[in-house]
Protein backbone atom coordinates (compact mmCIF):
# COMPACT_ATOMS: atom_id res chain seq x y z
CA UNK A 1 0.00 0.00 0.00
CA UNK A 2 2.93 2.64 1.01
CA UNK A 3 4.55 1.90 -2.59
CA UNK A 4 1.33 2.44 -4.22
CA UNK A 5 0.84 5.92 -2.43
CA UNK A 6 4.35 7.04 -2.98
CA UNK A 7 3.64 6.40 -6.63
CA UNK A 8 0.57 7.89 -6.72
CA UNK A 9 2.45 11.08 -4.98
CA UNK A 10 5.20 11.11 -7.62
CA UNK A 11 3.02 10.92 -10.72
CA UNK A 12 1.03 14.46 -9.04
CA UNK A 13 4.27 15.64 -8.58
CA UNK A 14 5.06 14.95 -12.21
CA UNK A 15 1.77 16.60 -13.38
CA UNK A 16 2.08 19.99 -11.10
CA UNK A 17 5.50 20.21 -13.07
CA UNK A 18 3.83 20.10 -16.66
CA UNK A 19 1.18 22.29 -15.33
CA UNK A 20 3.64 24.98 -14.17
CA UNK A 21 5.81 24.83 -17.35
CA UNK A 22 2.72 25.49 -19.66
CA UNK A 23 1.81 28.01 -17.60
CA UNK A 24 5.32 29.71 -18.10
CA UNK A 25 5.32 28.67 -21.37
CA UNK A 26 1.85 30.76 -22.08
CA UNK A 27 3.10 33.41 -20.13
CA UNK A 28 6.35 34.08 -22.57
CA UNK A 29 4.17 33.53 -25.58
CA UNK A 30 1.58 35.70 -25.06
CA UNK A 31 3.56 38.98 -25.35
CA UNK A 32 4.56 37.72 -29.11
CA UNK A 33 0.79 36.56 -29.73
CA UNK A 34 -0.24 40.44 -29.18
CA UNK A 35 2.60 41.98 -31.15
CA UNK A 36 1.83 39.82 -34.01
CA UNK A 37 -2.19 41.44 -33.75
CA UNK A 38 -0.48 45.01 -33.76
CA UNK A 39 -0.91 46.09 -30.60
CA UNK A 40 -4.94 45.25 -31.08
CA UNK A 41 -5.23 43.10 -28.07
CA UNK A 42 -4.02 45.79 -25.58
CA UNK A 43 -6.23 48.73 -26.60
CA UNK A 44 -10.29 48.91 -26.05
CA UNK A 45 -10.31 49.55 -29.92
CA UNK A 46 -7.91 49.95 -32.95
CA UNK A 47 -9.11 53.34 -33.26
CA UNK A 48 -11.24 55.69 -31.84
CA UNK A 49 -12.72 58.25 -34.22
CA UNK A 50 -14.09 61.97 -32.72
CA UNK A 51 -16.85 64.17 -34.23
CA UNK A 52 -19.64 61.95 -36.04
CA UNK A 53 -19.93 64.64 -38.65
CA UNK A 54 -19.71 63.21 -42.35
CA UNK A 55 -15.94 63.21 -42.42
CA UNK A 56 -15.87 61.35 -39.60
CA UNK A 57 -18.11 58.82 -40.36
CA UNK A 58 -16.44 57.91 -43.55
CA UNK A 59 -13.11 57.90 -41.68
CA UNK A 60 -15.10 55.08 -39.06
CA UNK A 61 -16.92 53.34 -42.40
CA UNK A 62 -14.05 52.85 -44.19
CA UNK A 63 -11.50 51.47 -41.46
CA UNK A 64 -14.25 49.08 -40.19
CA UNK A 65 -14.30 47.79 -44.01
CA UNK A 66 -10.89 47.76 -43.44
CA UNK A 67 -11.12 45.12 -40.54
CA UNK A 68 -10.89 47.53 -37.54
CA UNK A 69 -12.44 47.38 -34.22
CA UNK A 70 -13.53 51.66 -34.35
CA UNK A 71 -15.64 53.81 -31.93
CA UNK A 72 -17.21 56.79 -33.01
CA UNK A 73 -17.80 59.60 -30.06
CA UNK A 74 -19.68 62.50 -30.32
CA UNK A 75 -21.31 65.12 -27.86
CA UNK A 76 -24.24 65.60 -29.73
CA UNK A 77 -27.47 63.17 -29.44
CA UNK A 78 -27.50 62.40 -33.49
CA UNK A 79 -25.14 61.94 -36.11
CA UNK A 80 -24.36 64.56 -39.15
CA UNK A 81 -22.85 67.52 -37.17
CA UNK A 82 -22.57 70.54 -39.96
CA UNK A 83 -25.25 69.20 -42.17
CA UNK A 84 -27.95 67.72 -39.40
CA UNK A 85 -27.26 70.12 -36.70
CA UNK A 86 -25.76 73.01 -38.40
CA UNK A 87 -28.09 72.53 -41.21
CA UNK A 88 -25.85 72.73 -44.29
CA UNK A 89 -27.99 71.42 -46.88
CA UNK A 90 -26.47 72.08 -50.25
CA UNK A 91 -23.35 70.65 -51.33
CA UNK A 92 -20.22 72.21 -52.87
CA UNK A 93 -19.72 69.67 -55.58
CA UNK A 94 -16.25 69.10 -56.84
CA UNK A 95 -15.51 67.58 -60.75
CA UNK A 96 -12.90 67.30 -63.12
CA UNK A 97 -12.78 69.78 -66.44
CA UNK A 98 -14.48 66.90 -68.07
CA UNK A 99 -17.51 66.08 -65.60
CA UNK A 100 -16.30 63.49 -63.70
CA UNK A 101 -16.90 63.77 -60.08
CA UNK A 102 -13.81 63.83 -57.86
CA UNK A 103 -15.28 62.37 -54.78
CA UNK A 104 -16.41 59.01 -55.05
CA UNK A 105 -16.10 56.25 -52.64
CA UNK A 106 -18.03 56.90 -49.63
CA UNK A 107 -18.89 60.29 -50.68
CA UNK A 108 -21.07 58.78 -53.80
CA UNK A 109 -22.89 56.05 -51.54
CA UNK A 110 -24.03 59.34 -49.15
CA UNK A 111 -25.21 61.34 -51.79
CA UNK A 112 -26.92 58.69 -53.86
CA UNK A 113 -29.17 58.38 -50.97
CA UNK A 114 -30.10 62.06 -50.97
CA UNK A 115 -32.51 64.60 -52.91
CA UNK A 116 -29.90 65.76 -55.16
CA UNK A 117 -27.12 68.64 -54.19
CA UNK A 118 -29.49 69.87 -52.04
CA UNK A 119 -31.53 67.67 -49.31
CA UNK A 120 -33.66 67.21 -46.87
CA UNK A 121 -32.14 66.79 -43.19
CA UNK A 122 -34.22 64.39 -41.96
CA UNK A 123 -32.57 62.06 -45.22
CA UNK A 124 -28.69 63.11 -44.79
CA UNK A 125 -29.26 62.01 -40.80
CA UNK A 126 -31.38 58.60 -42.22
CA UNK A 127 -28.62 57.75 -44.59
CA UNK A 128 -25.52 58.57 -42.16
CA UNK A 129 -27.40 56.20 -39.60
CA UNK A 130 -28.25 53.33 -42.27
CA UNK A 131 -24.43 53.51 -43.43
CA UNK A 132 -23.32 53.24 -39.67
CA UNK A 133 -25.72 50.98 -39.21
CA UNK A 134 -24.55 48.52 -41.94
CA UNK A 135 -21.05 48.35 -40.54
CA UNK A 136 -20.41 45.60 -37.46
CA UNK A 137 -17.25 46.97 -36.70
CA UNK A 138 -18.65 50.14 -35.56
CA UNK A 139 -19.61 51.25 -32.30
CA UNK A 140 -21.45 54.66 -31.50
CA UNK A 141 -20.90 56.41 -28.57
CA UNK A 142 -23.68 59.46 -28.54
CA UNK A 143 -24.30 61.88 -25.73
CA UNK A 144 -20.46 61.61 -24.58
CA UNK A 145 -17.72 64.62 -24.75
CA UNK A 146 -14.35 64.42 -25.07
CA UNK A 147 -12.71 66.03 -22.04
CA UNK A 148 -9.13 65.04 -21.90
CA UNK A 149 -6.70 63.01 -23.41
CA UNK A 150 -4.04 60.67 -22.19
CA UNK A 151 -0.54 61.63 -24.12
CA UNK A 152 2.55 59.62 -23.51
CA UNK A 153 5.79 61.08 -25.80
CA UNK A 154 4.47 61.48 -29.38
CA UNK A 155 1.47 58.90 -29.02
CA UNK A 156 -2.22 59.83 -27.77
CA UNK A 157 -2.81 56.94 -25.45
CA UNK A 158 -6.55 57.46 -24.47
CA UNK A 159 -9.08 59.33 -24.38
CA UNK A 160 -10.83 60.40 -21.38
CA UNK A 161 -14.49 60.86 -21.12
CA UNK A 162 -16.80 63.59 -19.25
CA UNK A 163 -18.60 60.99 -17.15
CA UNK A 164 -15.18 59.81 -16.34
CA UNK A 165 -14.36 56.63 -18.24
CA UNK A 166 -11.30 56.40 -19.77
CA UNK A 167 -10.77 54.56 -23.81
CA UNK A 168 -7.45 53.51 -25.15
CA UNK A 169 -6.74 52.65 -28.91
CA UNK A 170 -4.26 51.93 -30.90
CA UNK A 171 -5.09 55.07 -33.37
CA UNK A 172 -6.80 57.94 -33.27
CA UNK A 173 -8.93 60.23 -36.08
CA UNK A 174 -9.88 63.60 -35.16
CA UNK A 175 -12.93 64.88 -37.21
CA UNK A 176 -14.37 67.44 -34.88
CA UNK A 177 -15.47 70.71 -36.89
CA UNK A 178 -12.47 72.72 -34.98
CA UNK A 179 -9.90 69.65 -34.30
CA UNK A 180 -10.88 69.66 -30.56
CA UNK A 181 -8.83 66.23 -30.12
CA UNK A 182 -5.70 67.39 -31.99
CA UNK A 183 -5.73 70.31 -29.63
CA UNK A 184 -6.25 68.61 -26.80
CA UNK A 185 -2.90 66.32 -27.51
CA UNK A 186 -0.68 69.18 -27.88
CA UNK A 187 -0.75 69.43 -31.75
CA UNK A 188 0.48 73.11 -32.71
CA UNK A 189 -2.07 74.93 -35.23
CA UNK A 190 -2.87 78.64 -36.53
CA UNK A 191 -6.15 80.92 -35.53
CA UNK A 192 -8.20 82.22 -38.43
CA UNK A 193 -6.18 84.10 -40.79
CA UNK A 194 -3.32 84.21 -38.71
CA UNK A 195 -0.84 82.75 -41.37
CA UNK A 196 -1.80 85.66 -43.38
CA UNK A 197 -0.93 88.49 -40.70
CA UNK A 198 -4.56 89.26 -39.68
CA UNK A 199 -7.09 88.20 -36.74
CA UNK A 200 -9.79 88.07 -38.84
CA UNK A 201 -12.03 85.08 -39.22
CA UNK A 202 -14.46 83.99 -42.03
CA UNK A 203 -17.84 84.49 -40.88
CA UNK A 204 -20.52 82.27 -39.11
CA UNK A 205 -23.74 81.47 -40.35
CA UNK A 206 -26.83 80.37 -38.33
CA UNK A 207 -29.47 78.89 -41.13
CA UNK A 208 -32.76 79.55 -41.00
CA UNK A 209 -36.09 77.71 -42.08
CA UNK A 210 -38.72 79.58 -43.67
CA UNK A 211 -42.36 78.63 -44.45
CA UNK A 212 -44.82 79.82 -46.68
CA UNK A 213 -42.30 79.95 -49.77
CA UNK A 214 -43.80 79.88 -53.10
CA UNK A 215 -41.18 77.61 -54.76
CA UNK A 216 -42.59 77.90 -58.36
CA UNK A 217 -42.34 81.63 -58.05
CA UNK A 218 -39.56 81.76 -56.55
CA UNK A 219 -37.62 79.97 -59.13
CA UNK A 220 -39.46 81.64 -61.80
CA UNK A 221 -38.23 85.13 -60.94
CA UNK A 222 -34.86 83.42 -60.53
CA UNK A 223 -34.67 82.02 -64.03
CA UNK A 224 -34.75 85.96 -64.78
CA UNK A 225 -31.95 87.40 -64.03
CA UNK A 226 -30.07 88.82 -66.14
CA UNK A 227 -27.06 88.79 -64.02
CA UNK A 228 -26.08 85.54 -64.54
CA UNK A 229 -25.14 85.27 -60.59
CA UNK A 230 -29.11 83.46 -60.10
CA UNK A 231 -30.79 80.04 -60.90
CA UNK A 232 -32.59 76.85 -59.72
CA UNK A 233 -32.03 73.61 -60.35
CA UNK A 234 -34.32 70.81 -58.35
CA UNK A 235 -34.58 71.39 -55.37
CA UNK A 236 -31.47 74.23 -54.79
CA UNK A 237 -31.73 78.02 -55.39
CA UNK A 238 -29.55 80.54 -55.43
CA UNK A 239 -29.34 84.67 -56.06
CA UNK A 240 -31.46 87.57 -54.94
CA UNK A 241 -27.92 89.25 -54.19
CA UNK A 242 -28.68 92.78 -55.23
CA UNK A 243 -31.92 92.85 -53.27
CA UNK A 244 -30.30 91.46 -49.95
CA UNK A 245 -27.52 94.00 -50.47
CA UNK A 246 -30.44 96.30 -49.38
CA UNK A 247 -30.76 94.92 -45.94
CA UNK A 248 -30.34 96.47 -43.62
CA UNK A 249 -29.74 94.69 -40.19
CA UNK A 250 -30.52 95.61 -36.12
CA UNK A 251 -27.57 93.95 -35.19
CA UNK A 252 -24.48 95.94 -36.29
CA UNK A 253 -22.39 92.80 -36.70
CA UNK A 254 -24.98 90.96 -38.82
CA UNK A 255 -25.46 91.28 -42.70
CA UNK A 256 -27.12 89.15 -45.48
CA UNK A 257 -25.87 87.99 -48.56
CA UNK A 258 -27.19 86.65 -51.52
CA UNK A 259 -29.62 83.64 -50.67
CA UNK A 260 -28.65 79.69 -51.00
CA UNK A 261 -32.17 78.09 -50.65
CA UNK A 262 -32.87 73.79 -50.15
CA UNK A 263 -36.21 72.61 -50.82
CA UNK A 264 -36.92 70.56 -47.34
CA UNK A 265 -39.90 67.72 -48.00
CA UNK A 266 -42.10 69.76 -45.53
CA UNK A 267 -42.88 72.10 -48.41
CA UNK A 268 -40.31 74.47 -46.03
CA UNK A 269 -37.05 75.67 -47.39
CA UNK A 270 -33.76 76.05 -45.45
CA UNK A 271 -31.65 79.96 -46.10
CA UNK A 272 -28.02 80.32 -45.76
CA UNK A 273 -27.51 83.91 -45.92
CA UNK A 274 -26.82 85.63 -42.49
CA UNK A 275 -23.30 86.72 -41.94
CA UNK A 276 -22.11 87.22 -37.83
CA UNK A 277 -19.20 89.52 -37.47
CA UNK A 278 -16.94 89.36 -34.69
CA UNK A 279 -17.23 85.73 -33.32
CA UNK A 280 -15.25 82.86 -31.40
CA UNK A 281 -16.62 79.72 -32.04
CA UNK A 282 -13.51 78.18 -29.79
CA UNK A 283 -15.07 80.37 -26.86
CA UNK A 284 -18.28 78.58 -25.82
CA UNK A 285 -19.75 82.15 -24.57
CA UNK A 286 -19.04 83.89 -27.89
CA UNK A 287 -20.50 80.92 -29.81
CA UNK A 288 -23.58 80.94 -27.37
CA UNK A 289 -23.82 84.83 -27.70
CA UNK A 290 -23.73 84.58 -31.23
CA UNK A 291 -26.40 82.03 -31.74
CA UNK A 292 -28.54 84.25 -29.90
CA UNK A 293 -27.59 87.46 -31.80
CA UNK A 294 -28.81 85.21 -34.85
CA UNK A 295 -32.01 84.02 -33.10
CA UNK A 296 -32.89 88.03 -32.71
CA UNK A 297 -32.05 88.81 -36.38
CA UNK A 298 -33.82 86.06 -38.13
CA UNK A 299 -37.56 87.76 -38.04
CA UNK A 300 -36.27 91.03 -39.36
CA UNK A 301 -34.43 89.30 -41.78
CA UNK A 302 -37.44 86.87 -43.04
CA UNK A 303 -39.72 90.01 -42.87
CA UNK A 304 -37.43 91.96 -45.63
CA UNK A 305 -37.77 89.21 -47.58
CA UNK A 306 -41.39 88.85 -47.41
CA UNK A 307 -41.81 92.36 -48.59
CA UNK A 308 -38.94 92.08 -50.93
CA UNK A 309 -38.63 89.26 -52.75
CA UNK A 310 -40.36 87.37 -54.89
CA UNK A 311 -42.52 83.87 -53.90
CA UNK A 312 -42.00 85.45 -50.49
CA UNK A 313 -45.45 87.25 -49.87
CA UNK A 314 -46.68 84.72 -47.40
CA UNK A 315 -42.78 83.70 -45.54
CA UNK A 316 -42.61 83.39 -41.90
CA UNK A 317 -40.01 82.21 -40.05
CA UNK A 318 -40.39 78.35 -38.85
CA UNK A 319 -37.27 77.78 -36.92
CA UNK A 320 -33.61 78.53 -37.25
CA UNK A 321 -30.54 75.64 -36.55
CA UNK A 322 -29.44 74.10 -33.46
CA UNK A 323 -25.98 74.50 -34.27
CA UNK A 324 -23.82 77.32 -35.95
CA UNK A 325 -22.84 77.18 -39.00
CA UNK A 326 -18.57 77.69 -38.39
CA UNK A 327 -16.37 78.00 -41.37
CA UNK A 328 -12.95 78.74 -39.60
CA UNK A 329 -11.52 78.25 -36.12
CA UNK A 330 -8.43 75.73 -36.27
CA UNK A 331 -5.76 75.15 -39.03
CA UNK A 332 -3.56 72.12 -38.36
CA UNK A 333 0.35 72.60 -38.25
CA UNK A 334 1.10 69.60 -40.19
CA UNK A 335 4.04 67.58 -41.58
CA UNK A 336 2.53 69.56 -45.03
CA UNK A 337 0.68 73.09 -45.12
CA UNK A 338 -1.58 72.74 -48.05
CA UNK A 339 -1.05 76.46 -49.99
CA UNK A 340 -3.24 78.34 -52.39
CA UNK A 341 -0.54 78.07 -55.04
CA UNK A 342 -0.90 74.14 -54.46
CA UNK A 343 -4.98 74.64 -55.26
CA UNK A 344 -4.76 76.76 -58.18
CA UNK A 345 -1.04 75.65 -59.50
CA UNK A 346 -3.25 72.17 -59.73
CA UNK A 347 -0.36 70.26 -57.40
CA UNK A 348 -0.16 66.51 -58.35
CA UNK A 349 1.28 65.27 -55.07
CA UNK A 350 2.74 62.04 -54.75
CA UNK A 351 1.31 61.04 -51.78
CA UNK A 352 -2.22 62.81 -52.78
CA UNK A 353 -5.37 60.64 -51.06
CA UNK A 354 -8.32 62.79 -52.19
CA UNK A 355 -8.94 65.19 -54.85
CA UNK A 356 -10.82 68.47 -55.04
CA UNK A 357 -11.55 71.57 -57.60
CA UNK A 358 -13.76 73.93 -55.79
CA UNK A 359 -13.42 77.16 -56.46
CA UNK A 360 -11.34 79.19 -53.75
CA UNK A 361 -14.53 80.90 -51.57
CA UNK A 362 -13.26 83.37 -48.78
CA UNK A 363 -16.30 84.26 -47.07
CA UNK A 364 -16.64 88.04 -45.59
CA UNK A 365 -14.86 88.46 -42.51
CA UNK A 366 -16.13 91.79 -41.49
CA UNK A 367 -18.98 94.70 -41.94
CA UNK A 368 -16.40 96.19 -44.39
CA UNK A 369 -15.23 92.62 -46.64
CA UNK A 370 -17.20 91.16 -49.21
CA UNK A 371 -15.45 88.40 -49.29
CA UNK A 372 -14.02 87.15 -52.53
CA UNK A 373 -13.32 83.87 -55.02
CA UNK A 374 -9.32 83.77 -54.53
CA UNK A 375 -9.39 81.59 -57.68
CA UNK A 376 -10.64 78.54 -59.13
CA UNK A 377 -9.09 75.45 -59.77
CA UNK A 378 -9.42 73.13 -62.58
CA UNK A 379 -7.79 70.51 -59.99
CA UNK A 380 -5.72 69.62 -57.17
CA UNK A 381 -4.93 66.87 -54.69
CA UNK A 382 -4.43 66.55 -50.80
CA UNK A 383 -1.47 65.22 -49.77
CA UNK A 384 -1.60 62.23 -46.94
CA UNK A 385 0.79 64.70 -44.96
CA UNK A 386 -1.72 67.37 -44.11
CA UNK A 387 -3.36 64.98 -41.67
CA UNK A 388 -0.47 64.48 -39.31
CA UNK A 389 0.43 66.41 -37.05
CA UNK A 390 3.97 67.00 -36.21
CA UNK A 391 3.94 66.43 -32.82
CA UNK A 392 1.77 63.35 -32.53
CA UNK A 393 2.62 60.15 -34.66
CA UNK A 394 -0.64 58.09 -34.45
CA UNK A 395 -3.16 60.42 -34.69
CA UNK A 396 -4.99 62.10 -38.16
CA UNK A 397 -6.96 65.32 -38.78
CA UNK A 398 -9.67 64.84 -41.66
CA UNK A 399 -11.97 68.10 -42.33
CA UNK A 400 -11.83 71.56 -42.22
CA UNK A 401 -9.27 72.12 -39.05
CA UNK A 402 -6.89 69.77 -41.32
CA UNK A 403 -3.40 71.25 -42.00
CA UNK A 404 -4.35 73.72 -44.67
CA UNK A 405 -3.37 77.61 -45.24
CA UNK A 406 -6.30 79.85 -44.16
CA UNK A 407 -6.93 80.80 -48.38
CA UNK A 408 -6.59 76.72 -49.19
CA UNK A 409 -8.90 76.01 -46.63
CA UNK A 410 -11.47 78.08 -49.04
CA UNK A 411 -11.69 75.65 -51.19
CA UNK A 412 -10.42 72.12 -49.37
CA UNK A 413 -12.95 72.73 -46.24
CA UNK A 414 -16.13 71.34 -48.33
CA UNK A 415 -17.93 68.41 -46.74
CA UNK A 416 -17.27 66.27 -50.55
CA UNK A 417 -13.38 66.86 -50.32
CA UNK A 418 -13.41 66.44 -46.31
CA UNK A 419 -15.31 62.78 -46.95
CA UNK A 420 -13.30 61.89 -49.17
CA UNK A 421 -9.90 62.40 -47.21
CA UNK A 422 -12.03 61.02 -44.04
CA UNK A 423 -12.12 57.30 -45.83
CA UNK A 424 -8.47 57.82 -46.90
CA UNK A 425 -7.70 58.42 -43.38
CA UNK A 426 -9.54 55.13 -42.49
CA UNK A 427 -7.50 53.07 -44.69
CA UNK A 428 -4.07 54.71 -43.33
CA UNK A 429 -4.84 53.56 -40.02
CA UNK A 430 -5.66 50.01 -41.21
CA UNK A 431 -2.46 50.00 -43.55
CA UNK A 432 -0.33 51.05 -40.55
CA UNK A 433 -1.43 48.52 -37.44
CA UNK A 434 -0.89 45.94 -40.55
CA UNK A 435 2.28 46.98 -41.46
CA UNK A 436 3.14 48.70 -37.43
CA UNK A 437 4.09 51.69 -38.42
CA UNK A 438 3.16 54.82 -37.09
CA UNK A 439 1.83 57.41 -39.16
CA UNK A 440 4.97 59.32 -39.51
CA UNK A 441 6.76 56.09 -40.96
CA UNK A 442 4.04 55.64 -43.61
CA UNK A 443 4.15 59.06 -44.85
CA UNK A 444 7.73 58.86 -45.94
CA UNK A 445 7.11 55.01 -47.18
CA UNK A 446 6.52 55.50 -50.64
CA UNK A 447 5.65 51.99 -51.13
CA UNK A 448 2.71 52.08 -48.27
CA UNK A 449 1.46 55.18 -49.42
CA UNK A 450 1.15 53.70 -53.13
CA UNK A 451 -0.60 50.66 -50.80
CA UNK A 452 -2.73 52.93 -49.57
CA UNK A 453 -3.86 54.92 -52.87
CA UNK A 454 -4.16 50.99 -54.78
CA UNK A 455 -6.85 50.50 -51.78
CA UNK A 456 -8.50 53.74 -52.26
CA UNK A 457 -9.28 52.87 -55.55
CA UNK A 458 -10.49 49.33 -54.90
CA UNK A 459 -12.85 50.91 -52.59
CA UNK A 460 -14.01 53.62 -55.76
CA UNK A 461 -12.02 56.20 -54.79
CA UNK A 462 -11.33 58.62 -57.98
CA UNK A 463 -7.59 58.86 -57.64
CA UNK A 464 -5.46 59.57 -60.59
CA UNK A 465 -2.57 61.68 -61.57
CA UNK A 466 -3.38 64.65 -63.85
CA UNK A 467 -1.45 67.72 -65.37
CA UNK A 468 -3.54 71.01 -65.91
CA UNK A 469 -1.94 74.51 -67.31
CA UNK A 470 -2.54 77.11 -64.72
CA UNK A 471 -3.71 80.81 -65.62
CA UNK A 472 -0.97 83.51 -65.93
CA UNK A 473 1.95 80.29 -66.29
CA UNK A 474 4.72 81.87 -67.62
CA UNK A 475 3.47 85.29 -67.44
CA UNK A 476 6.24 87.38 -66.91
CA UNK A 477 4.35 89.25 -63.56
CA UNK A 478 2.95 86.05 -62.12
CA UNK A 479 5.53 85.77 -59.55
CA UNK A 480 3.80 89.16 -58.37
CA UNK A 481 0.44 87.81 -58.70
CA UNK A 482 1.77 84.88 -56.82
CA UNK A 483 3.15 86.95 -53.92
CA UNK A 484 0.49 89.25 -53.85
CA UNK A 485 -2.20 86.10 -53.66
CA UNK A 486 -0.78 84.56 -51.00
CA UNK A 487 -1.36 87.25 -48.86
CA UNK A 488 -5.30 87.53 -50.47
CA UNK A 489 -4.43 90.76 -51.80
CA UNK A 490 -5.57 89.55 -56.04
CA UNK A 491 -7.85 87.41 -56.93
CA UNK A 492 -8.04 85.82 -59.78
CA UNK A 493 -12.36 85.30 -59.38
CA UNK A 494 -14.45 82.35 -60.83
CA UNK A 495 -12.68 82.96 -64.66
CA UNK A 496 -9.07 83.32 -62.84
CA UNK A 497 -8.62 86.23 -64.78
CA UNK A 498 -6.38 88.97 -63.09
CA UNK A 499 -7.21 91.70 -65.23
CA UNK A 500 -3.49 92.85 -65.36
CA UNK A 501 -4.11 94.83 -68.53
CA UNK A 502 -7.01 97.11 -67.21
CA UNK A 503 -6.28 100.24 -65.81
CA UNK A 504 -5.59 100.33 -62.37
CA UNK A 505 -7.76 102.20 -59.67
CA UNK A 506 -7.32 103.51 -56.34
CA UNK A 507 -8.74 100.87 -54.85
CA UNK A 508 -6.32 98.33 -56.44
CA UNK A 509 -3.36 100.52 -55.25
CA UNK A 510 -5.12 100.72 -51.39
CA UNK A 511 -6.21 97.19 -51.07
CA UNK A 512 -2.08 96.63 -51.44
CA UNK A 513 -0.53 99.13 -49.92
CA UNK A 514 -2.99 98.55 -46.21
CA UNK A 515 -2.79 94.82 -46.91
CA UNK A 516 0.86 94.17 -48.00
CA UNK A 517 2.13 96.28 -44.57
CA UNK A 518 -0.17 94.99 -42.29
CA UNK A 519 -0.44 91.19 -43.05
CA UNK A 520 3.62 90.61 -45.04
CA UNK A 521 5.11 92.93 -43.21
CA UNK A 522 3.32 92.99 -39.72
CA UNK A 523 3.79 97.43 -40.29
CA UNK A 524 1.67 99.06 -38.25
CA UNK A 525 0.72 102.72 -39.41
CA UNK A 526 -2.02 105.29 -39.29
CA UNK A 527 -3.59 106.35 -42.27
CA UNK A 528 -5.27 109.33 -42.96
CA UNK A 529 -9.19 109.57 -44.45
CA UNK A 530 -8.66 109.11 -47.86
CA UNK A 531 -11.46 108.36 -50.00
CA UNK A 532 -11.85 104.74 -51.71
CA UNK A 533 -14.11 105.64 -54.63
CA UNK A 534 -12.84 103.82 -57.63
CA UNK A 535 -11.20 105.88 -60.77
CA UNK A 536 -7.96 105.70 -62.51
CA UNK A 537 -4.83 106.07 -60.67
CA UNK A 538 -2.16 108.13 -62.10
CA UNK A 539 1.08 108.79 -60.56
CA UNK A 540 0.00 111.73 -58.64
CA UNK A 541 -2.76 109.76 -56.90
CA UNK A 542 0.02 107.17 -55.68
CA UNK A 543 1.74 109.56 -54.17
CA UNK A 544 -1.26 111.26 -52.49
CA UNK A 545 -1.97 107.98 -51.09
CA UNK A 546 1.77 107.25 -49.53
CA UNK A 547 1.85 110.19 -48.31
CA UNK A 548 -1.19 109.44 -46.44
CA UNK A 549 0.77 107.07 -44.34
CA UNK A 550 2.48 108.29 -41.36
CA UNK A 551 6.04 107.60 -40.91
CA UNK A 552 6.62 107.27 -45.36
CA UNK A 553 9.14 109.16 -46.79
CA UNK A 554 8.25 108.51 -50.94
CA UNK A 555 11.58 110.22 -51.31
CA UNK A 556 13.74 108.22 -49.04
CA UNK A 557 12.50 104.90 -50.52
CA UNK A 558 13.58 105.49 -53.51
CA UNK A 559 10.07 106.32 -55.13
CA UNK A 560 11.84 108.40 -58.18
CA UNK A 561 13.95 105.64 -59.03
CA UNK A 562 11.35 103.35 -59.28
CA UNK A 563 9.04 105.23 -61.19
CA UNK A 564 11.79 105.55 -63.84
CA UNK A 565 12.37 102.01 -63.73
CA UNK A 566 8.43 101.04 -64.62
CA UNK A 567 8.46 103.89 -67.02
CA UNK A 568 5.61 105.90 -65.09
CA UNK A 569 5.57 109.80 -65.49
CA UNK A 570 2.75 112.61 -64.71
CA UNK A 571 -0.46 111.64 -66.38
CA UNK A 572 -0.01 108.37 -67.92
CA UNK A 573 -2.58 105.78 -67.00
CA UNK A 574 -1.20 102.76 -64.60
CA UNK A 575 -2.35 99.68 -65.49
CA UNK A 576 -3.12 96.91 -62.62
CA UNK A 577 -0.15 94.23 -64.20
CA UNK A 578 2.67 97.06 -63.88
CA UNK A 579 1.41 98.72 -61.25
CA UNK A 580 1.04 95.48 -58.70
CA UNK A 581 4.45 94.96 -59.72
CA UNK A 582 5.93 98.68 -58.93
CA UNK A 583 3.93 97.94 -55.19
CA UNK A 584 5.53 95.07 -54.59
CA UNK A 585 8.86 96.01 -55.22
CA UNK A 586 8.31 99.50 -53.70
CA UNK A 587 6.78 97.69 -50.46
CA UNK A 588 10.04 95.33 -49.84
CA UNK A 589 11.92 98.43 -49.66
CA UNK A 590 9.46 100.12 -46.96
CA UNK A 591 10.50 96.87 -45.43
Not at 285 to 308: C, D, H, I, P, T
Not at 390 to 405: H, P
Request: proline content about 3%; aromatic content about 8%.
Amino acid sequence: MKGTARRRLKRLKKRKLLFLAIIFALVLLLPAAFLSQAGKASYDYDLVVAGSDPEGIAAAISAARNGLKVLLVDWRSEVGGLLTRGWLCTLDMNYDPAGNLLTLGIFQEFFQQLEGVSFDVVTARTALEKMLAAEKNVQLLLGQRIGGVLRKKNRVAAVLLENGERITAARFIDATQDADLAAMAGAGFTLGMEDLGSKRRQAVTLVLEVGGVDWDELTAALAKDPSGHSGASGTSAWGFLEEMRGYRSVDPRIRSRGLNISLQNSGNVLINAMHIFGVDALDPKSWEEALERGQKEAEFLVRYMRQNLPGFKGAFLAGTAPELYVRETRHLQGLYRLTIDDVLEHRNFWDKIALGSYPVDVQATAMDDWGAVVGNPAMYSIPLRCLIPGELTNLLVVGRGASYDSLAHGSARVVPVGIAVGEAAGVAAAISLEKGVNFHELSKDKSLVASLQERLKEQGAYLRDFEFPYALEGHPLYPVIRELRAYGLVTGRYDNDYRLEEPACLRDISLVIDGYLERALQYKFRARNLSQEQREAAVEDLLWFLEGIEGADPGALGLDELLVKYGFCQGRTLYRGETFAFLLEFLQRLN
